[in-house]
């Protein structure tokens, strides 16, 4: 049977604006991006195959377009739409805070370090420095690491936390092993940053470890 020919409540896109995009199987949102399967598939099919074979859709995704472009079903055009689609996403998570809004949400920080430093195959520490209003003043990726750590100075971030003239910081790093669980070093390396931004009056507002599914924040479980 043909995609077309499936009932409209079950074909994706029809799925989608009826419900929203938030009740499609990671298979129904990238045949949306298919549009098509391959022969004697639907676009739904192919894509089940996809991620069966190359998946899960953290693993698909992470791939380069050039990578993506070579995969059966795929192709450059639709490779370009993917990435594309991704790029959009980074943007659409990063313009409340490149537009000086102030911080209300502190999940969607949590969402944004995982856009910036979910797919990089090493640790990375990254810090975010806010005004007194908690509106982001600039973003920077500190140190990077071994696919097992990455050394993070305290000093250095007071360092920049000064440079930006900052009232507060929230800080991310990625765990390139998918566990987001703090390890005693991620419990040490906070108290040590709280401690020396404290001296300059700079406040240490969350923490955040990515890895697969949401970050988890460390003010969350009182170690911040």
């Known amino acids: 049977m043909r995609l077309r020919d499936w009932p409209a409540t079950e074909r994706p ?9 938030a009740v ?18 639907d676009a739904v099919q ?6 069966a074979a ?10 380069p377009a050039p ?14 739409l993917l990435a594309a689609a991704l ?11 490149e537009r000086g809004e102030a911080l209300t ?23 975010l420095f806010l005004d007194n209003r908690h509106r982001a003043l600039a973003f920077e990726e500190m140190f990077h690491g071994t696919i097992d750590g990455a050394e993070v100075h305290p000093r250095e971030v007071v360092r920049r936390a000064l440079a930006h003239n900052a009232a507060a910081v929230i800080v991310g790093h990625n765990h390139p092993s998918g566990s987001t669980e703090p390890s005693a070093a991620d419990r040490a390396v906070t108290a040590r940053l709280k401690q020396a ?13 990515v890895g697969d599914g949401e970050p988890v924040s460390l003010a969350a479980r009182g170690l911040v």
């Open 13 to 21: 896109r029809e799925k989608l604006l009826a419900r929203g995009p």
């Open 24 to 41: 499609l199987s990671d298979a129904e949102l990238l045949a949306i991006f298919l549009g098509s399967g391959l022969r004697g598939r």
């Open 46 to 51: 192919t894509a089940r195959e996809l991620l």
């Open 54 to 63: 190359h998946g899960p859709l953290r693993a698909l995704l992470d791939r």
């Open 67 to 80: 990578a993506l472009a070579r995969l059966p079903g795929l192709g450059p055009a639709r490779a370009c």
């Open 87 to 97: 790029e959009l996403g980074n943007r659409h998570l990063a313009a409340a805070l």
């Open 105 to 127: 949400d502190p999940a969607s920080a949590g969402r944004y370090f995982a856009r910036r430093l979910r797919p990089r195959p090493h640790e990375v520490f990254a810090v």
């Open 197 to 209: 931004l404290a001296l300059v009056e700079v406040r240490l507002l969350d923490h955040f470890i």
